[in-house]
């Protein structure tokens, strides 16, 4: 049951009163008294009424996003490296140690996934990362294209981030952020009650289905209010970043989910926090303060999103300069072993060529597969773009040559490396979380 007054909605501070218990360590631990857990507005019915400059930059950055996928060199590379986004996403999120892998094992990793010949050239946890990249674009692709969004669906997407837990499903017990373990008491946070979890949550998959703002807001609501419900025990940061890019797809604001807002917010962890506690308003939410509450909000994810367009621009764009670069090492060393400059276009080296920004790790059976091909022109393929110094070999089990484009690789990790700096440029401030080393030749 929501609090009303009159027919209006009403966030508010429920008070609550902790029992002692003899669990602990100390007295502290041990002490029960009062908090508040605080119940937000549905928003199904929430009216919203964004200040006009704030409108006008909700237009701006939309249509940034939207010429970002607009079927541009820039936006085909971004959608081929889209996975490799969501592999620094899932370290990043990861409480798990020693999982900064480079993006080269998990591209591995990843192969041999479905190709059974490789078995070396990568670590048990790339192999953690691979599977849990797999598994999240699978399950985020079904949530993006079901007709209408249920509870029963952000559960499978919970499990699917979390396998391990032991908890799946809303909660049944109160959480708390910040604080201690044993305590609701003097935390930072306290989410609404269990027994008003799964209304909430109802309500949320009932706004995500459906379309009554623009995408962008849409998805920054989302995010924040799955975050002020934080509905289950255990990984609620991770699939409130997934539902982020699960709305900007249904919406079509994005094709796949290439826009890295997630790990800007991230990176930005002060104003993220302080935008989510200004958006956590008291009192009706038809008021001006509720209004102003849900700007402040809004106006923080709109500046992520902004950040998240410029640096999948920059990547974009060093991807698609690396390409063009390829194309004229490959004529270059054509020309040297007397061949004609450029191959025809339907041959298996130039759609090769077009592929290696979304596959920069191949195998001679992969390319067959992926080209339809047999092994010979596969084969002769990978040999031409290593011997022109576009691929580079690495034996990945006896008798498997594996063929990698490094220069990818090492384009992600600057990239990675870029959107942990609060100031987007290694060189001005140094990663606030982790991330991958530099790149070393021969890496």
Same mark, same amino acid.
């Given at each position: 049951?929501?609090?009303?007054?009159?027919?209006?909605?009403?966030?508010?501070?429920?008070?609550?009163?902790?029992?002692?218990?003899?669990?602990?360590?100390?007295?502290?631990?041990?002490?029960?008294?009062?908090?508040?857990?605080? /119940?937000?507005?549905?928003?199904?019915?929430?009216?919203?009424? /964004?200040?006009?400059?704030?409108?006008?930059?909700?237009?701006?950055?939309? $249509?940034?996003?939207?010429?970002?996928?607009?079927?541009?060199?820039?936006?085909?590379? /971004?959608?081929?490296?889209?996975? &490799?986004?969501?592999?620094?996403?899932?370290?990043?999120?990861?409480?798990?140690?020693?999982?900064?892998?480079?993006?080269?094992?998990?591209?591995?990793?990843?192969?041999?996934?479905?190709?059974?010949?490789?078995?070396?050239?990568?670590?048990?946890?790339?192999?953690?990362?691979?599977?849990?990249? $797999?598994?999240?674009?699978?399950?985020?692709?079904?949530?993006?294209?079901?007709?209408?969004?249920?509870?029963?669906?952000?559960?499978?997407?919970?499990?699917?981030?979390?396998?391990? *837990?032991?908890?799946?499903?809303?909660?049944?017990?109160?959480?708390?952020?910040? #604080?201690?373990?044993?305590?609701?008491?003097?935390?930072? &946070?306290?989410?609404?009650?269990?027994?008003?979890?799964?209304?909430?949550?109802?309500?949320?998959?009932?706004?995500?289905?459906?379309?009554?703002?623009?995408?962008?807001?849409?998805?920054?609501?989302? %995010?924040?209010?799955?975050?002020?419900?934080?509905?289950?025990?255990?990984?609620?940061?991770?699939?409130?970043?997934?539902?982020?890019? $699960?709305?900007?797809?249904?919406? #079509?604001?994005?094709?796949?989910?290439?826009?890295?807002?997630?790990?800007?917010?991230?990176?930005?962890?002060?104003?993220?926090?302080?935008?989510?506690?200004?958006?956590?308003?008291?009192?009706?939410?038809?008021?001006?303060?509720?209004?102003? +509450?849900?700007?402040?909000?809004?106006?923080?994810?709109? *500046? +992520?999103?902004?950040?998240?367009?410029?640096?999948?621009?920059?990547?974009?764009?060093?991807?698609?300069?690396?390409?063009?670069?390829?194309?004229?090492?490959?004529?270059? %060393?054509? *020309?040297?072993?007397?061949?004609?400059?450029?191959?025809?276009?339907?041959?298996?080296?130039?759609?090769?060529?077009?592929?290696?920004?979304?596959?920069?790790?191949?195998?001679?059976?992969?390319?067959?597969?992926? /080209?339809?091909?047999?092994?010979?022109?596969?084969?002769?393929?990978?040999?031409?773009?290593?011997?022109?110094?576009?691929?580079?070999?690495?034996?990945?089990?006896?008798?498997? $040559?594996?063929?990698?484009?490094?220069?990818?690789?090492?384009?992600?990790?600057?990239?990675?490396?870029?959107?942990?700096?609060?100031?987007?440029?290694?060189?001005?401030?140094?990663?606030?979380?982790?991330?991958?080393?530099?790149?070393?030749?021969?890496?």
């Amino acid at each position: 049951m929501l609090i009303m007054k009159g027919s209006v909605p009403m966030a508010t501070w429920l008070p609550h009163h902790w029992e002692p218990s003899f669990e602990g360590r100390s007295r502290r631990d041990q002490r029960g008294g009062r908090y508040s857990a605080y /119940l937000p507005d549905p928003l199904v019915t929430r009216r919203l009424a /964004l200040p006009d400059e704030l409108a006008r930059r909700a237009f701006a950055v939309e $249509t940034a996003v939207r010429e970002l996928s607009a079927g541009s060199r820039v936006a085909t590379c /971004l959608e081929g490296l889209a996975r &490799f986004l969501l592999r620094s996403e899932a370290i990043a999120s990861s409480r798990i140690e020693g999982l900064q892998v480079s993006a080269q094992q998990v591209a591995l990793a990843e192969l041999a996934q479905t190709d059974e010949t490789i078995t070396r050239g990568f670590t048990t946890n790339a192999q953690l990362v691979a599977n849990n990249i $797999t598994t999240v674009r699978h399950a985020a692709t079904a949530l993006a294209s079901a007709s209408a969004v249920t509870v029963d669906d952000v559960d499978e997407l919970h499990r699917a981030l979390l396998p391990d *837990d032991k908890h799946h499903g809303v909660r049944a017990v109160q959480n708390w952020i910040g #604080g201690n373990d044993w305590h609701p008491i003097g935390a930072d &946070f306290v989410p609404p009650p269990p027994d008003r979890v799964h209304a909430l949550m109802a309500d949320l998959c009932d706004y995500v289905s459906g379309g009554v703002h623009a995408p962008l807001v849409q998805a920054g609501l989302v %995010h924040a209010q799955f975050e002020t419900i934080h509905p289950y025990s255990d990984g609620n940061g991770r699939v409130g970043r997934a539902l982020i890019h $699960t709305v900007l797809v249904r919406r #079509g604001l994005t094709p796949t989910a290439l826009l890295p807002i997630s790990l800007v917010l991230l990176t930005r962890t002060q104003d993220y926090l302080a935008g989510l506690t200004s958006y956590r308003h008291d009192g009706p939410a038809d008021t001006d303060a509720a209004q102003v +509450a849900a700007a402040e909000w809004v106006a923080v994810f709109l *500046d +992520a999103a902004a950040v998240a367009v410029d640096q999948a621009r920059q990547l974009g764009a060093s991807v698609a300069e690396l390409a063009s670069e390829w194309g004229a090492r490959l004529t270059a %060393h054509r *020309d040297r072993s007397g061949v004609r400059g450029a191959p025809r276009a339907d041959s298996a080296v130039a759609r090769l060529l077009e592929l290696l920004p979304e596959l920069p790790v191949l195998t001679a059976r992969t390319v067959q597969r992926t /080209l339809g091909v047999s092994f010979p022109p596969a084969r002769q393929a990978l040999e031409e773009l290593a011997e022109a110094g576009i691929l580079y070999r690495k034996q990945v089990d006896r008798g498997t $040559t594996g063929y990698l484009a490094r220069e990818v690789f090492d384009l992600l990790t600057f990239a990675e490396r870029k959107l942990a700096s609060t100031r987007w440029d290694t060189r001005e401030s140094k990663p606030c979380r982790p991330v991958p080393g530099t790149p070393r030749p021969g890496d």
